[in-house]
């Protein structure tokens, strides 16, 4: 069985469900779908949220009623019988019911989760029923029954196989599967989310549980591309990529996919194909355990990074001297990006400066700090063991004209990274794809 994940866009409008509906029954197999959200859904429940939060029931309700609206709206134009539009009026009117309820009683953390959960449960619900009414087998399931995170907030895999297999097993053998993604329980029976990764992550948690002989993560944009093409002209589709080729793309600026979901499916060994609900023929981009070797496959880069330099001559063979300033990081929750040392420095660069200020007071115990901000990171990614001759050569060529702060490289067979000045990046990008990709 495959499965396949829709994003907010996927399902934003009552033509694109439709859409979705032919994708997931157009090979007549069994298909285990999940969907996020309608796009726009989740920001007005956050929204109502915050007024809540604010102790204004009339502004929340106020949200609540354009929302109804939006949605009975979308039953009108979704649906064909009255059998089903009466159905589906029914299930939203309880739905928005309860939403309304919220402002009726004291508001915690815990009910806006419970809140921004009715995206999901909205719009799956909308989805099996015009697919029930078109006639297909349809078997809609709570995430919340089976989908949940540990008491560290990590998805707790075993609980997550057992229950949902357990489900399925007492499940009618249907066509087509349906549940929500990036909703779920946590360790204490609440309601909660995945957080990173949201939708994606859950389909690559059912996918592992399952055995998926797939997993498909459907957006608006035909797989990875080889660059960012919002920033670099004549991008192209990367067909196909390593997971630890992926989790660099991810984790370095690609915004298709979070590095943390796709992990399931690797430990799982399953392939997972990023393809676009827009050109459904397109090839997209597969991501599995194989590799192709002796490839550069992309570049990507990731912004609003500050480098920080520790200057100490009592470092020369100092022991302890890096646990002592990387504990430092990790008393303050930032993680570090980069890492490069000599004999009297080390420098390091960080995404977070929420603690910046604390960081360097800390610091300066060790050596003489010195910190540059508005940086950037430029990751080029492919199969980058030391084995093969002359790739670091190729891209520190494209980097000649730049400036570069700090380089990585040996940390992972799968990248070289540049620190260099986020004013640069543009010129940067363009530069490795007229050397790399041309």
């Known amino acids: 069985m495959k499965v396949m994940k829709f994003g907010g866009t996927s399902v934003g409008t009552p033509a694109r469900m439709k859409d979705v509906t032919r994708l997931v029954t157009s090979s007549g197999n069994p298909v285990f ?5 309608m796009s726009g859904t989740t920001n007005s429940l956050v929204e109502i949220s915050n007024y809540l939060y604010k102790k204004n029931p009339e502004g929340a309700n106020e949200v609540i009623n354009k929302l109804e609206e939006k949605y009975h709206a979308h039953v009108e134009e979704l649906y064909s019988t009255d059998e089903w539009k009466e159905k589906t009026n029914s299930f939203l009117t309880e739905e928005f019911s309860y939403l309304r309820s919220f402002t ?4 915690t953390s815990f009910e806006e989760k419970n809140i921004v959960a009715q995206g999901e449960i909205i719009s799956t619900n ?15 399931l709570s995430a919340l ?3 949940r995170t540990d008491k560290n907030s990590e998805p707790d895999i075993t609980f997550i196989r057992k ?3 357990s489900i399925l097993n007492e499940t009618p053998a249907s066509q087509v599967y349906i549940t929500q993604g990036f909703i779920c329980r946590n360790a204490y029976g609440e309601v909660d989310n995945l957080q990173r990764g949201g939708s994606d992550y859950t389909a690559s948690l059912i996918g592992a549980a399952i055995d998926a002989e797939e997993i498909q993560i459907w957006t608006d944009i035909d797989g990875m591309h080889n660059n960012d093409p919002r920033i670099v002209d004549n991008t192209a589709p990367v067909h196909q990529l390593h997971f630890e080729e992926a989790a660099e793309l991810a984790y370095f600026g690609a915004k298709i996919l979070h590095p943390t979901c796709i992990q399931p499916a690797k430990y799982s060994n399953i392939p997972v194909r990023l393809l676009n609900t827009m050109d459904p023929e397109a090839e997209g981009t597969t991501i599995s355990n194989k590799t192709e070797t002796g490839r550069i496959k992309a570049v990507a880069a990731k912004s609003n990074i500050t480098a920080i ?6 470092m020369l063979l100092a022991t302890g001297f890096l646990r002592k300033v990387f504990e ?5 929750q930032t993680p ?3 890492v490069c040392t000599s004999e009297v420095g080390v420098s390091m660069s960080i995404d977070n400066n929420s603690h910046l200020n604390e960081i360097v007071d800390e610091l300066k115990k060790y050596g003489t700090v010195t910190v540059d901000s508005d940086m950037c990171i430029i990751c080029v990614v492919g199969d980058l063991d030391w084995s093969n001759v002359g790739f670091e050569t190729l891209a520190t060529e494209a980097m000649k004209s730049i400036p570069v702060r700090m380089i990585s490289y040996g940390g992972s067979n799968y990248n070289i990274s540049f620190l260099i000045k986020e004013d640069d990046k543009k010129r940067a990008l363009q530069n490795l794809s007229n050397t790399l990709f041309k």
């Open 33 to 37: 779908i999940v969907l996020s959200a």
């Open 104 to 107: 009726k009683e004291l508001f």
């Open 126 to 140: 909308m989805v099996a029923n015009y697919m029930k009414e078109q006639g297909y087998s349809v078997t809609l």
């Open 145 to 147: 029954d089976f989908m």
């Open 163 to 165: 229950n949902l297999n």
């Open 309 to 314: 330099k520790i200057k100490s001559s009592r």
């Open 328 to 332: 430092i990081f990790e008393s303050y």
């Open 336 to 338: 570090i990006d980069m």
